[in-house]
Every structure is written in C-alpha cells, then in structure tokens.
Nanobody, 123 residues
Framework: QVQLVESGGGLVQAGGSLRLSCAAS????????MGWFRQAPGKEREFVAA???????AYVDAVKGRFTISGDNAKSTVNLQMNSLKAEDTAVYYC?????????????????WGQGTQVTVSS
C-alpha cells in the first residue's frame, strides 16, 4: 500500500501563508487524482482541492483564488499553497490519492490517505 506523508502545517496569523507538501512512498502512474481534504473539530472531512491525471484542477469555492494545488506525477508529490489564510481554514489537512476513477470531491473515491497535518490560523 502506498503511504502518503504530509508536511508544512503550523500556526500562522490570519492573512498569512503556508505551503503543504505531500510525498508518496512509491511512485505510481495509476493515480486518477491526488487531492487535499480538511477536517475541522466537530465537522466532517471536506474536499479542498484536487488535480487529476490529465491535469484537471478543482477547488472548493471557499478557497478559490487563495489556494493553489500543484502536482508532479514524476515525483509522486502534490503541494498546496495557501495564501490569505482565514481563521475558518483551521483544520487538519489530509493528502489523498485515488487509484480508481470516481467523483474527485468524495472522500470515498480516495484509497490512500496521509496521517494529516494541523493548520491553525489565528485571528
């Protein structure tokens, strides 16, 4: 099973920036999607952004214009640049990959998950 490892979380003031990175333990050409989800305390895990094998990119409306996802299939890595952070962005952020086709914003589409990295935005 492929392992995903996130890094780059931390504490930042509102308006600041963070960059999350995710690296897979082994390279695979079979990922349909690589994406980022987040889960705030007491809330369900929600879709943030994803990039498909063909280069299609999607974001949840709440982060459009502020977050940028980028991936390097050759290195099996995916990054999330987060700018203009808000207090409501506070959550544990998870990297995920999907080796089968499906709906990119459903967590159940993804079969590999990282352990999560905490992002805290102070207001």
């Amino acid at each position: 099973q492929v392992q995903l490892v996130e890094s780059g979380g931390g504490l930042v003031q509102a308006g600041g920036s963070l960059r999350l990175s995710c690296a897979a333990s082994e390279h695979t050409f079979s990922n349909y999607y690589m994406g980022w989800f987040r889960q705030a305390p007491g809330k369900e895990r929600e879709f943030v952004a994803a990039v498909s094998r063909s280069g299609y990119i999607a974001y949840v409306d709440a982060v459009k214009g502020r977050f940028t996802i980028s991936g390097d299939n050759a290195k099996s890595t995916v990054n999330l640049q987060m700018n203009s952070l808000k207090a409501e962005d506070t959550a544990v952020y998870y990297c995920a990959s999907a080796t089968s086709p499906g709906t990119y914003y459903y967590p159940t589409t993804y079969n590999n998950w990282g352990q999560g990295t905490q992002v805290t935005v102070s207001s």
